[in-house]
């Protein structure tokens, strides 16, 4: 199966983001998500191109209240087209309480949004827990892979 191609945005200007580091990652996470695909059809295993575009808490609060009602900020949407939207400022603030970087946090939402492509869902507990499971492998292996070359 041939992997997507990533396409990594970055629409926000209050924190930097280093780009090319986390192509790498996107890049080195896809085999993993794919592995990890909760169904044949699931988006991830059809799509040709994703597309993940980092914003700010104002952008995706919009987003968030457009499409699912809730206009208040969140870390990450996906969109089953193979869109990603990921708030910077919510990475910031969410890493700072787990003690991660602004880099990783957004690394995670970025397998995050993967995952949810692969057919995997976080409302039910159980889900989430086994959803969380593999991410924070898939992101620990494409760090490890990416930290190596």
């Known amino acids: ?17 280093p780009l090319p580091w986390l192509r790498r990652i996107g890049k080195a996470a896809l085999p993993g ?13 059809l799509l040709e191109e994703i597309e993940i575009t980092i914003v700010d808490d104002a952008d995706i609060a919009r987003v968030h209240g457009d499409f699912l009602d809730d206009p208040t900020p ?11 939207l990921i708030s910077a400022d919510t ?3 969410q890493g700072s309480d787990h003690g991660q970087p602004l880099d990783h946090e957004v690394a995670l939402y970025l397998v995050h949004g993967l995952m949810h ?3 995997w869902d976080d409302h039910e507990a159980e889900e989430a827990q086994e959803m969380a499971r593999i991410q924070e492998a898939v992101l620990k292996g494409a760090v490890e892979k990416v930290a190596a070359k």
Not at 4 to 13: A, D, G, H, T
Not at 74 to 84: L, M, P, Q, Y
């Open 33 to 45: 998500c794919l592995a990890a695909l909760k169904s044949p059809d699931a988006p991830l295993a």
């Open 74 to 84: 969140t870390d990450v949407i996906t969109f089953h087209h193979g869109e990603i």
């Open 1 to 17: 199966m041939p992997l997507p191609k990533l396409r990594i945005y970055n629409r926000q200007k209050a924190h930097a983001i």
């Open 117 to 119: 492509l692969a057919g």
């Open 91 to 93: 990475a910031l603030r």
